[in-house]
């Protein structure tokens, strides 16, 4: 195609055509290089810091099975009795894992109450053979 003065021109025939430039992508490149560091880090360094990441999925099963066998009974059920403090339970296979579960009337703020308005909160406690305990907590009520 030729324009006046002999030149000819491409313009027209590229227009069409949908595509990054080599700035574009540079530009892309240097914000991903920004950008993804900054979101990866948090986690890498959480996994890092956190040594035993075994211990951590064993407790946590174990306070999520007892919590599991204590929300399957009804809010009247014996077993979920208003305690007063911390019972003992067995956590399965793991001797050096122990638990403990706490039954206590809460009010519907889920604020500790000394009598009973409807509401029963059980929390589950789970300590992990280096001594750090891990905490489910399930709110049941009779309405």
Not at 71 to 77: E, G, L, P, R, T
């Amino acid at each position: 195609m030729t324009h006046g003065h002999g030149t000819r021109t491409r313009t027209r025939y590229f227009r069409g055509n949908k595509g990054f430039t080599l700035i574009e992508i540079i530009v892309l490149i240097v914000i991903a290089g920004i950008i993804i560091p900054v979101i990866v880090i948090p986690f890498v360094t959480g996994i890092k810091e956190s040594n035993k990441p075994e211990m951590v999925t064993t407790a946590m099963y174990y306070a999520h099975q007892r919590m599991e066998e204590l929300m399957k009974y009804s809010y009247c059920n014996s077993a979920l009795n208003v305690t007063g403090g911390f019972v003992a339970f067995t956590t399965g296979g793991e001797p050096n894992y122990t638990g403990q579960n706490n039954i206590a009337y809460v009010d519907n703020t889920f604020t500790a109450s000394g009598s009973d308005v409807g509401y029963k909160m059980i929390q589950v406690t789970v300590t992990d053979p280096q001594g750090s305990t891990y905490n489910v907590y399930s709110v049941v009520t009779r309405f």
